[in-house]
């Protein structure tokens, strides 16, 4: 089982930053990859970014690639969704996510946060 926390949204103006944050619990985090999706009024939860379970590895849309930094820290059961030179089409609902196998496919993912609202003006 594994508890997801997100925190590090709010209001910011385009081409401004945010680094949102994802708290897990459980001492199996380090086995899990972990995603960052997120859901628009009015729209179809979609996937941002993920990271293996090493950090080895990570996968990006292509709307958040060279904007966005997925990282984690395995020690601290943290994940991390750095976000620059933000778009008002960035304005969501971001979504932490937890699963052992799938990496973009949010169906695959077994454990979800409550979601942390990042608006972007213009």
């Known amino acids: 089982q594994v508890q997801l926390v997100e925190s590090g949204g709010g209001l910011v103006q385009a081409g401004g930053s945010l680094r949102l944050s994802c708290a897990a619990s459980?001492?199996?985090?380090?086995?899990?990859?972990m995603g960052w999706f997120r859901q628009a009024p009015g729209k179809e939860r979609e996937f941002v970014a993920a990271?293996?379970?090493?950090?080895?590895?990570?996968y990006y849309s292509d709307s958040v690639k060279g904007r966005f930094t997925i990282s984690r820290d395995n020690a601290k059961n943290m994940v991390y969704l750095q976000m620059n030179s933000l778009k008002p089409e960035d304005t969501a609902v971001y979504y932490c996510?937890?699963?052992?196998?799938?990496?973009?496919?949010?169906?695959?993912?077994?454990?979800w946060g409550q979601g942390t609202q990042v608006t972007v003006s213009s």
């Open positions: 996510a937890a699963s052992k196998s799938a990496s973009l496919n949010a169906d695959l993912y077994d454990y």
């Open positions: 459980g001492r199996t985090f380090s086995s899990y990859r």
């Open positions: 990271i293996r379970s090493s950090g080895g590895t990570r």
